[in-house]
T-cell receptor
Framework: ETGVTQTPRHLVMGMTNKKSLKCEQHLGHNAMYWYKQSAKKPLELMFVYSLEERVENNSVPSRFSPECPNSSHLFLHLHTLQPEDSALYLC????????????????FGPGTRLTVL | AQSVAQPEDQVNVAEGNPLTVKCTYSVSGNPYLFWYVQYPNRGLQFLLKYITGDNLVKGSYGFEAEFNKSQTSFHLKKPSALVSDSALYFCAVRDEGPKAGNNRKLIWGLGTSLAVNP
């Protein structure tokens, strides 16, 4: 489980705060992902970065802003969140073999439990 | 449209007994199938995947899964359950072919909570 680390593990913030979630992968992968996990819902893919380029943004509200400065680090900047954004935010990484190769396995971090008051 | 179903919210099994966690899927082409496990307050851990070849796939912690194309199923199994196997199990599927647009996504089931009783 130390292959992908996330900080902080728990975060409580008010609706007017600005905070950032951090993810770091130590697996030498070239793709990173942000997911939102809410109770009784399927895992929601938020953003995908491959080779440090954002390749997917699944209609996520602009109050969530990702940043991928290099292939090992991924951030999720949060501002003016809503209570319904409270969830477990999971980061994952994989070795992306390119468009023609879709069998790559994603490896997950432990998540950040976010509570928005 | 791609989809995956885990028909059981919860599975209860006695320690030492065999366990099965069910997963069925729907994709337009050949599927790539994955099982993950999530322990309380932890992220998802990869257990095993089916890409091609032998229909019986062996994975971590003694788990295995059987790919059945005619029944579009990929059930997770273990011959003898341990109390420590109690966790949330997720099945996921991706269609084969170029990973572009929506095909980049893994489609996830809602999860099955496994309780192994001593």
């Amino acid at each position: 489980e130390t292959g992908v680390t996330q900080t902080p593990r728990h975060l409580v913030m008010g609706m007017t705060n600005k905070k950032s979630l951090k993810c770091e992968q130590h697996l030498g992968h070239n793709a990173m992902y942000w997911y939102k996990q809410s109770a009784k819902k399927p895992l929601e893919l938020m953003f995908v970065y491959s080779l440090e380029e954002r390749v997917e943004n699944n209609s996520v509200p602009s109050r969530f802003s990702p940043e991928c400065p290099n292939s090992s680090h991924l951030f999720l900047h949060l501002h003016t969140l809503q209570p319904e954004d409270s969830a477990l935010y999971l980061c994952a990484s994989s070795q992306d073999g390119g468009l023609a190769f879709s069998t790559d396995t994603q490896y997950f971090g432990p998540g950040t439990r976010l509570t928005v008051l | 449209a791609q989809s995956v179903a885990q028909p059981e919210d919860q599975v209860n099994v006695a320690e030492g007994n065999p366990l099965t966690v069910k997963c069925t899927y729907s994709v337009s082409g050949n599927p790539y199938l994955f099982w993950y496990v999530q322990y309380p307050n932890r992220g998802l851990q990869f257990l095993l995947k089916y890409i091609t070849g032998d229909n019986l796939v062996k994975g971590s912690y003694g788990f295995e899964a059987e790919f059945n194309k005619s029944q579009t199923s990929f059930h997770l199994k273990k011959p003898s359950a341990l109390v420590s196997d109690s966790a949330l199990y997720f099945c996921a599927v991706r269609d084969e072919g170029p990973k572009a647009g929506n095909n980049r996504k893994l489609i996830w089931g809602l999860g099955t909570s496994l309780a192994v009783n001593p």
